[in-house]
């Protein structure tokens, strides 16, 4: 079995990139994520943080995962993000003072992380954020 592979990825339109992207989810308070929802429908939140968007709070996991579905498919159907129709693997960097954390971004067989070959990001460092 293939551990990782490339995949089509949905990405933002450039004419909308600036408003998809959202700072570290760590970073921000859920009032701090509730102001940049409101004041950015095509934030990438409404996807990631649907509690955010339901009445119901953090009470029903199962409706989060389907409203963070039916956003993802509207920000699609909407034009905000676009398939690349082309496996690739992603690499991205993100630079903050002295510090730079390199990532790749790749489809990942689930049987990894219970096998022992894929460790969560938590289990990466002896301290974790």
Do not use: K
């Amino acid at each position: 079995m293939t551990l990782i592979r490339p995949f089509a990825a949905h990405l933002p339109v450039p004419a909308y990139a600036a408003d998809v992207v959202s700072p570290p989810l760590g970073r921000l308070t859920t009032r701090e994520w509730l102001e940049l929802s409101e004041e950015n429908p095509h934030s990438f939140l409404h996807v990631i943080r649907t509690e955010i968007d339901t009445e119901e709070g953090g009470s029903d996991p199962y409706l989060h995962r389907t409203t963070g579905r039916v956003r993802l498919r509207q920000m699609i159907d909407t034009g905000v993000l676009r398939s690349t129709n082309r496996p690739a693997y992603y690499v991205y960097r993100i630079c903050e003072g002295e510090t730079a954390a390199v990532g790749l971004v790749a489809e990942v067989a689930v049987a990894g992380y219970g096998d022992g070959r894929i460790l969560r990001h938590e289990n990466t460092r002896e301290a974790t954020e």
